[in-house]
């Protein structure tokens, strides 16, 4: 990632898997990142690590494993920018045995709510299984962004990245009813 930071000037979001989330937190906001958010199930001093982030000017974030109610964030959800909700559990993407649990989509209507309720600008992205076919579900039930991967992006489906790329930017413009939204 550092490598790349002298490359380019996009936006870096990352993601931070790990047990001890500090270490790379501080490696990622030395290295220049703009968004980053951690696993909630990993971290014991989540307020800490979010006022740090956003000290920083960078946006700040969690992620919510499958199993983790979006009630766990009812005291920290003020300090987040987005929550990240993962509709598969972390690492294990790319095992054909492990599907998205029926209830999941319902737990992005209970964050939505959360949200509103509060009266926040938090906003929702969806990780895992990001199906082009469940996308304007999510969207009807307030996400506001998606990690596009190997469910909508890198298709192994004959299209290019660019081809899947406009696939995938159609069905959100259609789901959202207007167009260069993404």
Known sequence: IRQLR???DLCFDAHVMAVDNTFFIEQLADIGVERLCFQVETERHICQKLSWLKQRRIEAGVALSPATTVES????????????????????????NE???????????????????????????????????????????????????????FRKN??????????LKNTVDQAVGRKGII
């Open 99 to 153: 599907t998205m649990l029926k209830g999941l989509p319902d737990k992005i209507n209970r964050l939505r709510s959360l949200i509103d309720q509060k009266g926040l600008s938090t906003t929702i992205t969806i990780d895992g299984r990001t199906y082009l076919e469940l996308i304007p579900d999510y969207i009807a039930r307030g996400a506001d962004a998606f990690v596009a991967g190997t469910s909508c992006l």
């Open 6 to 8: 002298k490359k380019t």
């Open 73 to 96: 964030l009812e005291y920290v959800l003020e300090q987040c920018d987005f929550v990240l909700l993962m509709m598969i559990n972390p690492g294990y993407a790319s095992s054909p």
């Open 158 to 167: 004959g299209m290019s990245v660019g081809q899947n790329f406009a696939v």
